[in-house]
């Protein structure tokens, strides 16, 4: 439903942006003597009509992109990052024209405005060079197959999973749910294993239990530990501690993790089905006893 929504948000800019050209075309060519009077309206509305066109330019490019890359594609699972590394390049160039439009409806000439500004240019590349590194190391990952967002990735010492592909960075959420900025220069310099590239048995079980302070956790802990340990479909390599992931105003929630002996998905829901019903039956057991 969001997909659909955003489609026909993107949809319907492209044509107000249409719409609006057109009427200030139609006004250049039906009203000259209007904006003859006016020097400085006449900057405005030319710059405006720039920044416009060449957006509409830009759209139709990224739309046509996307359809050609689909198209190639649609046979085979698609990764997203190409649909990215167009999205944030598009948006550097709307940037780029944006300024570019801004200088001349102050009627700066924007070649003797960047000629100018050569030597402190080197000095902001010279200043700026680890984001600049950091933009280009981006713009490799977005069009590549080997990172996407929602891989889990371990990038040295960081582990988790992407969550977003920016020009700087790469936003990693790690097993606590804390969400950790990576360089994206550091993708090339330590060594990067991706772990979606085969599925994973490791698995996290996520639940919530009401926040009150008659409830044993520790309990908790240990029957879950006990109905776990040794169990075959379980590797045995994980403490299996119950970790508390957030507190609420009645509610705290919880997760274990674990690793099985197999990527099956199946395996994973039918553990987790395991882990619910043990924690269910403490939660029944618990508030048996507070009616006695």
Partial sequence: MNDENNKFQISLQFI??????????????????FYKDKPGLDKVTDA???????????????????????????DRNVRGNFVLGIGRLTAVLNTVMFFIALMLSFGIDPRNFLTSLTFVAMAI?????????????????????????????????????????????????????????????????????????????????????????????DLLEDRIKTMLRNHPNLTGEDTLDLKIMDIGKDFVKYKVDMHATSNSSKLHRKLMNEILHEVLRFKKEYEYKGQD
């Fill in 16 to 33: 107000l942006k249409v719409v609006l050209l057109l009427l200030l075309y139609a006004s250049f060519w039906y009203a000259p003597d």
């Fill in 48 to 74: 405006i009509a720039l920044f416009l066109a060449s957006s509409i330019i830009f759209s139709i490019g990224r739309y046509t992109l996307i359809a050609l890359y689909r198209r190639q594609h649609g």
């Fill in 125 to 217: 590349a010279v200043t700026f060079r680890e984001y600049i590194t950091n933009m280009i190391s981006g713009l490799f990952i977005m069009f590549s197959d080997s990172l996407s967002v929602g891989d889990r990735v371990k990038i040295g010492e960081y582990k988790g999973r992407i969550m977003d592909i920016t020009f700087s960075s790469l936003i990693i959420q790690d097993e606590d749910e804390d969400l950790i900025t990576v360089p994206n220069n550091l993708v090339f310099t330590m060594p990067v294993v991706n772990l979606s590239a085969h599925p994973s048995s490791f698995f996290t079980v996520r639940f919530e239990l009401p926040l009150q302070g008659g409830m044993d956790v």
